[in-house]
């Protein structure tokens, strides 16, 4: 190899530390401008993301808006969502806290509500699709069976306990009676609705027979 062929091979090496060396202060300056446009937008996120409202202390306007903000209850983790919900069904149990919350439901607008409903019906479909990919994994149809008879008496219970609440919400001016359930019906993939019919025809099989027993329970003197 010639001497001029080895400097023709050097020459791009010397090219490129040279630009970087000339340039470096201006990559200093991107890479900086980077950083401050994420951080930029992280502080947004967080300055625009509501904190959890105590629901000791908070109103029931307060909570409902957290729920039904989409930067509020659904930008928590499944589980805190879940956490979040259960805690406030224990909190309605309180008859003030009741009135409250009834009272908020009855004053809200229409796109509040039906922002509210939404939220409650996303919270609706997350925990029916556990159930039913849960109710899929179980091998035996004792097991299936069993599983549908407490999840039929875990939604009776809280029917009951919420029944005014829903009556509020669902008869309240400008408010479908079938809200949360087309909801479901329209935001469900195929995929889901795999998962989820074998769950709801069992809830079907499961609740007939447990009235037929409840029927022949009262039937006997």
Not at 60 to 71: G, M, Q
Not at 154 to 160: K, S, V
Not at 164 to 187: C, F, H, P, Y
């Amino acid at each position: 190899m010639t001497n001029d062929e080895s400097e023709q091979l050097e020459m791009p090496t010397e090219q490129v530390q040279h630009i970087v060396k000339h340039h470096r202060p201006a990559l200093y300056i991107g890479a900086g401008l980077g950083l401050a446009i994420i951080l930029i937008f992280v502080g947004f996120e967080i300055s625009m993301t509501p904190s959890a409202p105590i629901l000791q202390k908070a109103s029931a306007s307060e909570v409902v808006a957290y729920v039904a903000n989409d930067r509020g209850l659904a930008k928590l983790p499944d589980v805190q969502q879940k956490q979040f919900l259960e805690e406030w069904q224990k909190h309605l149990t309180d008859d003030k806290a009741r009135e409250e919350l009834k009272t908020c439901l009855k004053g809200m607008g229409d796109e509040q509500r039906k922002g509210f409903t939404n939220a409650i019906a996303r919270q609706y479909k997350k925990s029916f699709l556990e159930d039913a990919r849960h109710f899929a994994q179980l091998r035996t149809p004792q097991e299936k069976s069993e599983f549908c008879r407490k999840k039929l008496i875990e939604g009776r219970d809280q029917a009951l306990q919420l029944k005014d609440i829903a009556v509020v919400l669902k008869t309240a001016s400008g408010q479908r009676m079938d809200d949360v359930q087309q909801w479901v019906l329209e935001n469900t993939s195929a995929e889901e609705r795999a998962i989820g019919e074998p769950y709801v025809d069992a809830l079907k099989r499961v609740r007939e027979q447990v009235k037929k027993e409840e029927r022949a329970t009262a039937a006997k003197p």
